[in-house]
């Protein structure tokens, strides 16, 4: 099994910058690709950020393009998500997500419990 912890989430005023963390541990040498999902109230859950193993493969929902940055270190088995220039649409728990395959676009395996991001305006 794999577990993952978020950190970072909280209130931030619109415009303004959050860096979350994501720590794997456990059996990590099954996971490859990492990414960052949201869910707001009352919505579907969206990807917001995805990145290859080797991180010179990414994905960026069309809402946070521009704004957030995905970046991963492996010796530290750590997954972060820069996010800049927040906008009150941005609020909603975020979750870390591994997965077994090297694509960016396939199954995630593992999900951490989340944490709020909140923008206010």
């Known amino acids: 099994q794999v577990q993952l912890v978020e950190s970072g989430g909280g209130l931030v005023q619109a415009g303004g910058s959050l860096r979350l963390s994501c720590v794997a541990s456990g059996r990590t040498f099954n996971v490859y690709t990492m990414a960052w999902f949201r869910q707001a109230p009352g919505k579907e859950r969206e990807k917001v950020a995805a990145?290859?193993?080797?991180?010179?493969?990414?994905y960026y929902g069309d809402s946070v393009k521009g704004r957030f940055t995905i970046s991963r270190d492996n010796a530290k088995n750590t997954v972060n998500l820069q996010m800049n220039s927040l906008k009150p649409e941005d609020t909603a728990v975020y979750y870390c997500?591994?997965?077994?395959?090297?694509?960016?676009?396939?199954?995630?395996?593992?999900w951490g419990q989340g944490t709020q991001v909140t923008v206010s305006s």
């Open positions: 997500a591994a997965s077994r395959e090297s694509s960016l676009y396939g199954d995630y395996n593992y």
């Open positions: 990145i290859t193993w080797s991180g010179l493969r990414t």
